[in-house]
T-cell receptor
Framework: AQRVTQPEKLLSVFKGAPVELKCNYS??????LFWYVQYSRQRLQLLLR??SRESIKGFTADLNKGETSFHLKKPFAQEEDSAMYYC????????????FGQGTTLQVKP | EPEVTQTPSHQVTQMGQEVILRCVPI?????FYWYRQILGQKVEFLVS????????KSEIFDDQFSVERPDGSNFTLKIRSTKLEDSAMYFC?????????????FGQGTRLTVV
């Protein structure tokens, strides 16, 4: 079964603290994984994808096939990082559909 | 920057009524999707649409649901006879050419409330 699990509904940290948002997946084959972010009252937008190995707004995520994980990390959280974060897996059907995790709310306190 | 646009932003309807949710995808995109998110739950895939036909649908997308691209620019989701459990946020998304390495762009969502 293809599945994405984000075990934390809420992650609360202080400004300047490191952040790690957990994501585990279930997929046979080579997965294609994404992190989407939704700021308050805004649309879902792509934060990063594992294929491009980029760093956006200081966030990085490394695909670990051994642990079937794609955790999102940032060394120093900023208040403007407060948002809902969704890990997503591209389904195997070739239609481009995304399978989302439950989402984690990141709250960065001043 | 081009955006996916959804209307209305909020729709309230009586149980049993038909609703049509509208989306204008990004103009040169070829792949179109509807997702929904029931309050407090995950974003769930409903249907994908390519080349004027449904390319995949989930088990949620039963006979009460249909999609159309009536005029080459709009992409609509119709729910024939709404139920209370259809209350959710509905997101439209579109994607450009190529299934690999292209990003899905999402609309801001339509909140559907069935009373």
């Amino acid at each position: 079964a293809q599945r994405v699990t984000q075990p934390e509904k809420l992650l609360s940290v202080f400004k300047g603290a490191p952040v790690e948002l957990k994501c585990n997946y279930s997929y046979s084959g080579s997965p294609e994984l994404f992190w989407y972010v939704q700021y308050s009252r805004q649309r879902l937008q792509l934060l990063l994808r594992h294929i491009s190995r980029e760093s956006i707004k200081g966030f990085t995520a490394d695909l670990n096939k051994g642990e079937t994980s794609f955790h999102l990390k940032k060394p120093f959280a900023q208040e403007e990082d407060s948002a809902m974060y969704y890990c997503a897996l591209k389904g195997s059907s070739n239609t481009g559909k995304l399978i989302f995790g439950q989402g984690t709310t990141l709250q960065v306190k001043p | 920057e081009p955006e996916v646009t959804q209307t209305p932003s909020h729709q309230v309807t009586q149980m049993g009524q038909e609703v049509i949710l509208r989306c204008v995808p990004i103009s040169n995109h070829l792949y179109f999707y509807w997702y929904r998110q029931i309050l407090g739950q995950k974003v769930e895939f409903l249907v994908s649409f390519y080349n004027n036909e449904i390319s995949e649908k989930s088990e949620i997308f039963d006979d009460q649901f249909s999609v159309e691209r009536p005029d080459g620019s709009n992409f609509t989701l119709k729910i024939r006879s709404t139920k209370l459990e259809d209350s959710a946020m509905y997101f439209c998304a579109s994607k450009g050419q190529g299934v690999v390495n292209t990003e899905a762009f999402f609309g801001q969502g339509t909140r559907l409330t069935v009373v």
